[in-house]
């Protein structure tokens, strides 16, 4: 196989994979912020400490999710970077995003049945999930072009 001509610029791989990793940190910081902030509102909120630990951890699985579609994007920028895009480690790659994205998905919306808070905390958890749904399915559409065009280059490389 040919070097494609138009991958990205290393600066532009080392940009992204640069943004990537200050997110990924960012969801770290916010993840272990949660432990005191919901010990502070269990204290300033008793009626409601008993769903501290419930909302804790699914808080917490859910951050898990977002830093495991963070570097499973890096990946697929080297990936990208390297012309490999089109192998079956990319195609596994998106699947582990869809994959990611959808338990995301659900466990937020397993946070429903828990919210005692007011109905705008309940609107933002159905358009968290709304957004999770689309996010999924433009996913799963782009991992079936992506396979598509695998075929079609395979397809091509063997003409050539």
Not at 17 to 44: I, R, Y
Not at 87 to 96: D, S
Request: proline share 5%.
């Amino acid at each position: 196989m040919t070097k494609l001509q138009d991958a990205p610029s290393t600066a532009a791989t080392i940009s992204a994979w640069a943004a990537l990793s200050a997110l990924a940190v960012l969801v770290f910081a916010l993840a272990a912020t949660l432990f005191p902030v919901s010990t502070s509102l269990a204290q300033q909120n008793p009626e409601f400490a008993n769903l501290r630990v419930p909302l804790l951890a699914l808080a917490l699985a859910v951050c898990v999710c977002i830093e495991v579609v963070l570097l499973t994007t890096a990946l697929l920028v080297g990936s990208i970077r390297r012309d490999g895009i089109f192998g079956g480690t990319a195609a596994r790659l998106v699947n582990t995003l869809v994959a990611a994205v959808l338990v995301a998905t659900i466990l937020t919306a397993a946070t429903m049945p828990l919210l005692p808070g007011p109905p705008a905390l309940v609107i933002m958890i159905l358009g968290a999930v709304l957004a999770g749904i689309t996010l999924t399915l433009v996913l799963t559409v782009l991992r079936a072009l992506l396979r598509r065009t695998a075929l079609m280059r395979l397809e091509l490389d063997e003409v050539v």
